[in-house]
């Protein structure tokens, strides 16, 4: 697939930004849980502060970017993120970590796939797939960059040393690439051509308001849909199963007594596996529906975690695991404001996208903290258990969506 220059921009941009200021959480749980003397359930609670913050802000970055404000918000947002990252070298206290983490969600709002997709979306239209998956398919290899980067350097020399060069990449790297490609495709967006007829004079504010009641009701109209709601609660089912794993996968490894350096590469290889679904739904092209797709990913993170249960006694199945789950959501990250677009049209998408990216935060945010208060209930096999039961239940409120759906 030959890439875009433009791009090209985004797509590193957004592996180191990931890499840097978002999977270093996990890749350093078991480290702060070691160094800081904080429960395992109160270290994650930072992450879940960090994602229902940056699913707050999500909708205004959404407004932003529909009006051509994407490269300022995604490259002062990387640079504050980064800042984060690094004085999260200095803390001392619980709260000083919370508050770190809840500022770093905000950026993350502005910085993520969440504004990167809504950005390419608002200037390609509906040609926005292949640049969407040229994108994952180099961000993808985020987690491989990130997790063994931080077991080498905080085995080698402390995790706060670790932070601090991931911040460092994050500020001096991941920010110059997202601001200049952003402001590179920005300048390729179409303005629709607006008749420069004045209406008279005495009728001029009435007309200027009834053009914002319009412009207003176009904007929240989706709202009062079905179909939206059941969309964004199946995907944010799906993204507490994600958050779930990916933030307890290594605490799951180390319960079951697997080497560290056997469960680092483990969570290593999820990225390559996205990577491959990114592939394969990309040599698939138009063979398989956009619909197809999405139940085809949910079968997959059902089947892995599966895997991840009957990993306990047969260790291979990890690699099962890897396989499936790390394959099924690098395809459900490019599909999702894909099959959005499909059914909820393309205009105000950034308002659209920005409201949908709250529902799926907030899952996301959910998912480290609530999956620590169930270990604490009833250990792993009731979290993986849940989780089973989510997905199935997510892939249910999907169907309906669709089935909801169609017209715009």
């Known amino acids: 697939m030959k890439i875009n220059p433009v791009i090209l921009l985004l797509a590193l941009g957004q592996t180191l930004v990931w890499a840097g200021a978002y999977y270093v959480f996990p890749a350093l749980l078991l480290h702060w849980e070691a160094d800081l003397d904080w429960s395992r359930a109160d270290i994650t609670l930072a992450l879940m502060l960090a994602t229902f913050s940056m699913a ?94 931080a077991h080498i350097l905080s085995n080698r020399f402390s995790w706060q040393v670790t932070v601090l060069v991931f911040a460092s990449v994050v500020i001096t790297m991941a920010a110059p690439l997202l601001w200049v490609g952003a402001r590179r495709l920005e300048q390729q967006f179409e303005k629709p051509e ?16 009834k053009t914002k009641g319009a412009q207003d009701s176009i904007t929240t109209h989706f709202l009062k849909r079905p179909m939206f709601w059941l969309l964004g609660s199946g995907f944010a089912l799906a993204a507490v199963v994600h958050g779930t794993v990916l933030n307890h996968l290594l605490p799951i490894l180390d319960e079951r007594g697997m080497a560290a350096g056997i469960a680092v590469t483990a969570v290593s290889l999820i990225g390559p596996m ?13 063979r398989i529906s956009n619909h197809a797709t999405v139940l085809l990913v ?71 903290w609530v999956g620590s208060l169930l270990w604490r209930v009833g250990g792993y096999p009731l979290v993986l258990g849940t989780l089973f039961v989510l997905i199935v239940l997510a892939a249910v409120l999907y169907r309906s969506a669709y089935g909801n759906g169609g017209t715009r």
Request: aromatic letters at 10%; charged letters at 10%; a positive charge.
């Open 298 to 368: 949910f079968v997959a993170m059902a089947t892995s975690i599966v895997c991840l249960i009957l990993a306990r006694w047969q260790p291979w199945m990890l690699f099962a695991f890897v396989l499936f789950f790390g394959g099924g959501y690098g395809i459900l990250s490019i599909i999702r404001p894909v099959i959005a677009r499909e059914l909820l049209g393309g205009e105000t998408f950034g308002a659209k996208s920005g409201v949908l990216a709250f529902m799926y935060l907030m899952g996301a945010g959910c998912s480290p």
């Open 274 to 286: 996205q990577v491959s679904g990114r592939i394969l739904i990309a040599w698939l092209g138009e």
């Open 194 to 209: 607006v008749p420069n007829i004045d209406p008279p004079e005495e009728h001029h504010s009435s007309a200027l308001n």
């Open 56 to 149: 707050m802000a999500s909708p205004l970055t959404g407004r932003l970017i529909d009006r051509g404000q994407g490269p300022l918000v995604m490259g002062a947002s990387t640079v504050l993120a980064g800042v984060c990252i690094a004085l999260l070298s200095t803390v001392q206290t619980l709260g000083q970590f919370y508050t770190l983490w809840i500022i770093n969600g905000m950026m993350l709002a502005g910085c993520l796939y969440e504004p990167c997709f809504a950005l390419i979306t608002r200037v390609k239209g509906a040609n926005a797939k292949r640049s969407i998956t040229a994108v994952t398919l180099i961000a993808g290899f985020a987690s491989s960059l990130s997790f063994p980067a």
